[in-house]
């Protein structure tokens, strides 16, 4: 038996490359089930895990010879790509690399051609949450790769997991994962302008937060909107694109006569005004869903109504 075929029979040693804030809380949540090997080219970050039970190198060679399973978490898809091409370089490599960092679907596909060449397994593994979450391996995984793959990564991850959401492909997982906060990030911006619209009207912040958590309120695009009509390609009825159209058109002025700058509100204006040109005025707003079927070649309808 050779030196590779000895260690990928191991009984599933955790390596983590890059200790950073989410790395080192991963490395943390995986020392309650098993041995878990560290390794960041920071070597005051290989300091503040040794005392959490994680045993760390000063090479990343040192890393990848002990562990069957390298965790990557990485701050630019660039690393990524450089971390992962060292690690199919080594003499001895693990049987499955699974990438947490945030990088693009594309980053995934080009890792995991690199691990492919040389038969290690690859999936990326985007994590939802933050930091405190990992750190108690409540973690929440978006996963893409191959069935092999996964079914290796599975078992790895269910410790430390929450939920995992099979994806699919390649680079479905991390592409979520920019999806996901891009709604979130997107979504803070129109809060703020809602919040200090709010303020200039003398109400407090705990009524708006109240009032935008009723079923009625934040929830009511996606659960309904989406959920409900989108999916169905559904427009009949509810609140047409003009009424919608006309009240985006009072936000705007109400805010421009408080003096309240609006960037997201303002930008999200405009889909309804091409809407109203394009001839659907009269549909639930939720058409307006049919311009990114014409501009990013998709389909949103996936079911008959029942």
Known sequence: ????????SGAGIIGIIGLGNAGSAIAS??????????YDQNASRRDDVADKGIVTHDHLGGVVSRADVIILSLPHPDISIAVTTQIMAQPIRPKLVIETST????????CAALAAAKNVGFVDAAIAGGVASMATGQMTFFMGGDDAAKAM???????VAAGIYDLGNLGAGMGIKVVNNAVMHALMVVLIEAFAMSKKLGVPSDTLI????????MLRPLVHRVQERMKYADFEGGMSVTNARKDSCLALATAQQMGVPLFAISASHTPYEIAEANGLGDADYAALS?????WAHVIFKEADKP
């Open 210 to 217: 109240s009032i935008l958590n009723r079923e009625e309120g």
């Open 29 to 38: 949540a995986f020392t309650a089930s098993g041995e878990v090997h560290g």
């Open 290 to 294: 049919r311009l990114w079927e014409e």
């Open 1 to 8: 038996m050779t030196d590779q075929q000895d260690k990928n």
């Open 153 to 159: 990564a599975r078992p790895v991850l269910e410790p």
């Open 103 to 110: 990088v693009t679907p594309q980053t995934a596909i080009d």
